[in-house]
């Protein structure tokens, strides 16, 4: 069995920053090293689960349009994992952030909040 370990949420000011971190546990020895995508999503109170940032396995990344230019997401080669540096964060960029693995399965993590307010 594989798990997600998530850290770094937290309350910040509106301008501030944070990094989520996000590594896998566990069975990671059944994971493919060469075949692995990771993800970022979040949800707001009232509203869809959306996809905040994706790293996939040939170094590409993917950013929802809101976070484009203020959120980085990177691969830790030393693991199974990511990370989600959030610069420039607004209130509206509260929400709880779950990370995916996405390894020919799925696994996610158990949440961590982010809010963002003064």
């Known amino acids: 069995q594989v798990q997600l370990v998530e850290s770094g949420g937290g309350l910040v000011q509106p301008g501030g920053s944070l990094r989520l971190s996000c590594a896998a546990s566990?069975?990671?020895?059944?994971?493919?090293?060469?075949?692995?995508?990771m993800g970022w999503y979040r949800q707001a109170p009232g509203k869809q689960l959306e996809l905040v940032a994706a790293?996939?396995?040939?170094?590409?990344?993917n950013y929802a349009d809101s976070v484009k230019g203020r959120f980085t997401i990177t691969r830790d080669t030393a693991k199974i994992g990511v990370y989600l540096q959030m610069n420039s964060l607004k209130p509206e960029d509260t929400a709880v952030y779950y990370c995916?693995?996405?390894?020919?399965?799925?696994?996610w993590g158990q949440g961590t909040q982010v809010t963002v307010s003064t």
């Open positions: 995916k693995l996405d390894s020919g399965n799925d696994y």
């Open positions: 566990g069975s990671v020895f059944s994971i493919n090293a060469m075949g692995w995508a």
């Open positions: 790293s996939f396995s040939d170094g590409s990344t």
